[in-house]
């Protein structure tokens, strides 16, 4: 899978079954904040709908006007240093939409959060001076305030408004988490793939024996089990830096393609072995990789993942996932895109496992989630023969169908992890 992208001294695992249950899930039609609403989890669109809204941008671009039709209540609110949150003077509870007017002199963040917990219902990210944006919110009963965070500037809270009274429910809400928050889930992922390290070094160099003593056959048996492990590191691979593309890089961008000295590392190895080229031609691009993976994993105790992109990485391996394993667009000849998919949900749930301590008291769909992994990996494993992997070419199309809706499904749900974990200002 091309480039994506943590406390305690157990290696982490897959989300235990106890944690992810719940009813099945109907199925249903990003920093990276624009995600949509999925099993309540807050979201960040730009147009007003259900649940919680955050526009995003720096023009009114008629958005006022647009929104207009949907007959909601509406209230302009300043957004400014000496004025934050002014103009809210009549609460009321239920679906509604605050027009958001920047009267300062610089751009702005603006959250609308609980004042007990802290909890933000719904946010604008880069908001011009100027310019008005909607943030469409349902509110039940409860104390609220506007929180504006000027750019180069310290936070200002609005005042406190109370709605008493209501049978709403309030809408989605999460609590802000911090970077100190996601540091122990990024320690416990970092020493994960410590021990991928040493696996894929061990069964790289299965791979490179059998090329070095001309057993082609037992090379193509060797290649897959190395090349998975790879796969399953893809949270780390933002910090794995040029190696990721020495190990794993494709021939996009080269302009000799796969004669290009420049494609090196699994997938040259897989097109020399899926193409008739003679273990002579084999032996230099497989012990390129040999020292390429032996140098990483020798690097690797000394890398520093970021805590920020903890939650980022676990949608983006999966969207990842879609857009070049699922279209086959990495495939050099093994015909083992599907077995590079399984490999990156095992990746994915190893990585939700780590998160899972932050996630579940934040994310309400955080058990539907676990049913859409769980829903994807019976899918892939059914094309697993005993090792021989379904091609893509060779599904049916109810197949492939079934395969498209079942990880894009779960990518969907995937970016409200995204969405939760991203840090936001504070101060």
């Not at 990789?289 to 990485?313: E, F, I, N």
Request: glycine content about 12%; overall charge negative; aromatic content about 6%.
């Amino acid at each position: 899978m091309p480039e994506t992208a943590r406390g305690a001294d157990a290696e982490p695992g897959p989300i235990p079954a106890s944690e992810l249950t719940s009813p099945a899930p109907a199925p249903r039609a990003v920093r990276r904040r624009t995600v949509l609403l999925a099993a309540g989890a807050l979201v960040v669109v730009a147009a007003v709908g259900a649940g919680v809204l955050t526009a995003r941008g720096s023009g009114s671009d008629g958005t006022k006007a647009a929104a207009a039709a949907d007959g909601l209540p509406r209230t302009t609110v300043e957004v400014a240093t000496a004025g934050c949150g002014s103009g809210w003077t009549h609460p009321r509870a239920g679906h509604q939409v605050f027009e958001l007017h920047n009267t300062s002199s610089t751009a702005a963040e603006v959250y609308l959060t609980d004042v007990r917990t802290g909890a933000v219902y719904g946010e604008v990210e880069g908001l011009a001076p100027g310019t008005v944006r909607p943030l469409g919110v349902t509110l039940g009963n409860g104390s609220y305030a506007f929180r504006c965070l000027p750019d180069d500037a310290d936070a200002v809270t609005g005042p406190t408004v109370r709605i008493t009274g209501s049978t709403v429910r309030s809408g989605p809400a999460a609590v802000p988490i911090t970077q100190q928050e996601l540091i122990p889930p990024t320690l416990a992922y970092q020493k994960w793939i410590q021990v991928r390290t040493v696996e894929l070094a061990r069964k790289t160099d299965v791979l490179r024996a059998a090329v070095d003593r001309g057993d082609l056959a037992a090379a193509r048996n060797a290649w897959l089990p190395a090349h998975l492990v790879y796969e399953r590191m893809g949270a780390a691979y933002g910090t794995f830096g040029d190696s990721d593309g020495a190990i794993n890089g494709t021939t996009a961008g080269l302009a000799g393609g796969v004669h290009d000295a420049r494609f090196t590392g699994f997938h040259r190895v897989e097109y020399g072995l899926w193409h008739g080229e003679p273990a002579s031609g084999l032996r230099g691009p497989a012990d390129q990789l040999a020292k390429d993976v032996h140098a990483l994993a020798s690097s690797w105790p000394s890398q520093r993942m970021d805590p920020s992109d903890t939650g980022l990485r676990a949608h983006e391996i999966l969207e990842n996932t879609v857009q070049f394993e699922l279209t086959g667009r990495t495939d050099y000849g093994s015909g083992t895109n599907l077995a590079t998919a399984r490999a990156n949900l095992d990746d994915t749930r190893v990585l939700l496992g780590c998160l899972s301590p932050l996630l579940k008291t934040r994310d309400p769909g955080f058990a539907e989630l676990g049913i859409w992994m769980d829903r994807a990996q019976h899918t892939l494993d059914g094309l697993d023969h005993s090792g021989k992997w379904t091609p893509l070419a060779q599904l049916t199309r109810p197949q492939r169908e079934k395969v498209d809706a079942d990880l894009g499904g779960l990518v969907e749900r995937l970016a409200d992890v995204a969405a939760l974990t991203d840090v936001r200002r504070t101060a």
